[in-house]
């Protein structure tokens, strides 16, 4: 089973930057592709980015020039850049891992607990 744990939000303000890390840790098969949902207080999750084992990103249209998503196989993590950050962009932030269990291979997705971003002046 694969835990994932969340870190790195916070406050910011308008234009700023900020980073988000997520590790996955526990037994699997294969850890394969990760990303990061938001959900803000009274709307839906919604996906903000994800990539692929191989490295393969993808991005919602709403962050597409502005943050940029990447992860380290060796170590299980990944890293969420946030840049030019908007108010529209305050949300819990969490991040998930789609994984193969060890035999009998079963896919599963392993979510964190989220972290807040607020953004703010």
């Known amino acids: 089973q694969v835990q994932v744990v969340e870190s790195g939000g916070g406050l910011v303000q308008p234009g700023g930057s900020l980073g988000l890390s997520c590790a996955a840790s526990g037994s699997a098969f294969s850890i394969n592709t990760m990303g990061w949902f938001c959900q803000a207080p009274g709307k839906q999750r919604d996906m903000v980015a994800s990539i692929t084992k191989d490295g393969t990103p993808n991005y919602a249209d709403s962050v597409k020039a502005r943050f940029s998503i990447s992860r380290d196989n060796t170590k299980n993590t990944m890293f969420l850049q946030m840049n030019g950050l908007k108010p529209e962009d305050t949300a819990v932030y969490y991040c998930?891992?789609?994984?193969?269990?060890?035999?009998?291979?079963?896919?599963?997705?392993?979510w964190g607990q989220g972290t807040q971003v607020t953004v703010s002046s």
């Open positions: 998930y891992a789609g994984y193969l269990t060890n035999p009998p291979l079963r896919a599963v997705t392993a």
